[in-house]
């Protein structure tokens, strides 16, 4: 990736292509193939709103890689909690050996709950 008179960015948005045709893509995970993130695995970043009800292959997806943004919650989660990509592209408490994306901000008391986090991106969760 290049950037126009620069050679770096320090946006917190990039573009990334949808690798996969995605239902209500915002506030869920993706990888840098464009696809929704695979549970325990890294993610490229969260897909921010704005985005159409559905996407398909190849149309452009925002995605926000740092910083603090919105993350659905895929179960309930405690503030302070350190974050995981679960089903669906959606965050989890991290477990042992899956990537810690980011940090609950807020709780959330069930799925589907959308709530601030940080992204973190600080590697995989050591086993206890």
């Known amino acids: 990736m290049s950037y126009y008179g620069t ?7 990039i573009v990334v292509k949808a690798g996969e045709e995605i239902q209500a893509p915002a ?18 970043g969260i897909v921010m ?11 452009d997806l925002d995605v926000q890689i740092k ?3 919105a993350w659905t919650a895929g179960a309930a989660v405690a503030y302070g909690d ?11 408490k991290a477990t042992a ?3 810690i994306v980011g940090i ?24 206890e």
Request: aromatic share 4%; hydrophobic share 45%.
């Open 97 to 99: 050996k899956s990537f």
């Open 49 to 59: 709103p704005g985005c159409d009800d559905k996407v398909t292959v190849g149309e």
């Open 27 to 44: 506030f869920l995970a993706v990888g840098a193939d464009g696809k929704v993130a695979t549970a325990g695995k890294n993610a490229i």
């Open 82 to 92: 350190e974050l995981a990509v679960g089903a669906g592209g959606k965050a989890v």
């Open 104 to 127: 609950a901000l807020e709780e959330a008391t069930k799925a589907g709950q959308r709530i601030a986090v940080q992204i973190v991106k600080a590697g995989y969760k050591p086993a």
């Open 67 to 69: 910083d603090i943004g």
């Open 7 to 13: 050679t770096s960015n320090d946006s917190a948005v």
